[in-house]
């Protein structure tokens, strides 16, 4: 229950005084609350969990996948 | 998907499978906190490609499966009250109480609702004025945030319909449960990379301190998951023991501010009781004094109902503590499987048993 989804932000509105968003999901579009990330901008990717942004994901560290075990373990001097 | 897609790559996860394997000079014995990590490790077979010398132990970390029976049993009278509307998420529904789950109440006329947000809930009450919805509150700290705007919601609109049952968990007094056995055998710890967006990693530091075990906060695709292993193995291979984030896209040191706010203005820490591992000290959150109004077990006291003792048969204790692989209990996929549950973790979708009823129970050979 604990899973979080990534979506691209596509809208900002103001709802009953909260700050709500329009979330992408691969197509799938869901309200989301943004009460947790004031610092979310449209076009963001968020990470989403029961409609509400637990934070703004950073894009510079997808590009890291399978680079940071190769990087950490060599500065740490492991074996791999 | 991005962020999803790249960590999902069957080659780069086969290349750090084997960097970690080759990194490897003895055997170790790790832990993941998260059921949902417990999924994709089975689901991908990530506990085989990370060979013989790692083996991984199943945590505590399925909110629905530690959801005391008292709770249960008082959702399930909630919901047959005639004016109620009981509102959780869809993974409750097929958990057994001690007379049968909410779909048999249901079944029975209530009228139970599956909603994707709590807010969903809150929004539910204002369009129906006449029923009282009271919203089955279950989750680690990373449905804590949500849960909390929904209460501070309901309170700013001055809903008087709208209540909350509340079995909120947290993950370091389970951890430290764990760790403190002495008969522990985990040596590191995956922790729940969700629930440190949220809360960050200084309730970690002291942990893995006192302990002296690695704790690695790790997401949940196969590429984490595999990469938080081998970050742990190193550790315990040189012979360190700290906190060293895995899941850097999702997590910050410090956690989320706003979240943790939110989650601070609504909740305090209560002692709390575990379905099959008993009262934890400090290992709840229950709501504030000034929320108490939104209190379900208040406004409908008379209906509350106290735990009582589970299944003799069921051994969810000591899987939760990973003691016990559930393949290995005498009961799975005989007297417990998902059409006919002993316990929460054959029909949660991050229980371990259902895990292994899924991915394993054909080379298992379960019927």
Not at chain 2, 51 to 56: A, Y
Not at chain 2, 62 to 67: K, S
Not at chain 2, 99 to 124: E, Q
Not at chain 2, 242 to 266: F, K
């Amino acid at each position: 229950m604990c899973l979080a989804v990534p979506g691209r932000l596509t809208a900002i509105v103001i709802e009953g005084g909260l700050r709500m968003g329009t979330v992408d999901f691969g197509g799938v579009r869901r309200s989301v609350c943004l009460e947790g990330v004031p610092e979310a901008r449209v076009d963001d990717w968020l990470l989403v969990h029961v409609g509400f942004a637990l934070r703004v994901l950073d894009p510079a560290s997808a590009s890291l996948a399978g680079q940071v075990l190769a990087g950490r373990l060599e500065e740490e001097g492991g074996t791999a | 998907m991005k962020f999803v897609d790249a960590y999902r790559d069957p080659d780069r996860v086969r290349a750090a499978a084997a960097a970690l394997r080759r990194s490897v000079t003895r055997p170790w014995t790790l832990m993941e906190i998260c059921g949902g990590q417990t999924h994709a490790i089975l689901e991908h077979g990530l506990d085989e490609l990370m060979g013989e010398d790692v083996t991984l132990l199943h945590g505590p970390g399925c909110p629905v499966c530690v959801t005391p029976l008292g709770v249960l049993d008082t959702a399930m009278a909630l919901a047959l009250l005639p004016d109620v509307i009981l509102c959780s998420f869809g993974d409750m529904l097929r958990v057994p109480g001690s007379n049968g789950d909410l779909l048999l109440a249901r079944a029975r006329g209530a009228d139970v609702r599956v909603v994707y947000a709590p807010l969903d809930a809150v929004r539910l009450a204002e369009r129906e004025p006449d029923r009282q919805i009271v919203f089955l509150a279950v989750g680690f700290e990373t449905t804590a945030p949500a849960v909390a705007l929904a209460a501070r919601t309901a309170q700013q609109r001055a809903l008087k319909n709208f209540s909350l049952l509340v079995s909120h968990v947290r993950v370091p007094p389970a951890l430290e449960a764990i760790l403190s056995d002495p008969g522990c055998a985990v040596q590191a710890v995956l922790a729940a990379g969700h629930v440190c967006t949220v809360m960050g990693i200084r309730e970690y530091e002291p942990l893995s301190a006192r302990y002296r075990v690695p704790i690695v906060p790790t997401g949940f695709e196969p590429l984490d998951l595999v990469e938080g292993a081998a970050l742990a193995v190193a550790q315990l291979e040189s012979g360190r023991a700290r906190v060293e984030i895995q899941y850097d896209r999702a997590v910050r040191p410090e956690g989320n501010a706003a979240a943790r706010a939110l989650i601070e203005q609504v909740f305090e820490v209560v002692d709390c009781e575990w379905r099959g591992i008993g009262v934890l000290p400090q290992s709840g959150l229950g709501l504030r004094a000034s929320y108490h109004e939104l209190d379900a077990r208040r406004r409908f006291a008379p209906a509350v109902v106290p735990s009582a003792r589970g299944s003799d048969a069921c051994q969810a204790g000591a899987v939760l503590r990973g003691a016990l692989r559930p393949d290995r209990c005498p009961a799975f996929g005989v007297r417990c499987t998902p059409e006919h549950p002993l316990g929460a973790p054959m029909v949660s979708s991050e229980g371990a048993c259902a895990a292994y009823w899924r991915y394993r129970s054909l080379e298992l050979g379960a019927p």
